[in-house]
């Protein structure tokens, strides 16, 4: 199996910026994307961005592309969400998913979430 645990949520500004991280442990070589979804009150889990392991597909959501960059350290098995320009509407609990299958659009492994609110 692959746990996942993300660290970095908390409050901010709006217009500040907060970075997300999410640390892959176990069986991570069986993994082959990460991804970042985001839950707010009231709506449905949506997706924000995600990334290969070997950083060949990038995909960001129209929401956030611009503002939010994935990137990933391999040696460290960690993948990193950085949150610019926040505004109140990006609070949310900040999930850290792994896909195992190339070809799959199902997320196989989640990790707990981390609470990012942003106050104005």
């Known amino acids: 199996q692959v746990q996942l645990e993300e660290s970095g949520g908390g409050l901010v500004q709006a217009g500040g910026s907060l970075r997300l991280s999410c640390v892959a442990s176990?069986?991570?070589?069986?993994?082959?994307?990460m991804g970042w979804f985001r839950q707010a009150p009231g709506k449905e889990r949506e997706f924000v961005a995600s990334?290969?392991?070997?950083?060949?597909?990038?995909v960001y959501s129209d929401s956030v592309k611009g503002r939010f960059f994935i990137s990933r350290d391999n040696a460290k098995n960690t993948v990193y969400l950085q949150l610019n320009s926040l505004k109140s509407e990006d609070t949310a609990v900040y999930y850290c998913?792994?896909?195992?299958?190339?070809?799959?659009?199902?997320?196989?492994?989640w990790g707990q979430g981390t609470q990012v609110t942003v106050s104005s």
């Open positions: 998913a792994a896909k195992a299958g190339k070809f799959t659009t199902r997320y196989d492994y």
């Open positions: 990334t290969t392991w070997s950083g060949v597909s990038i």
């Open positions: 176990g069986r991570t070589a069986s993994t082959y994307a």
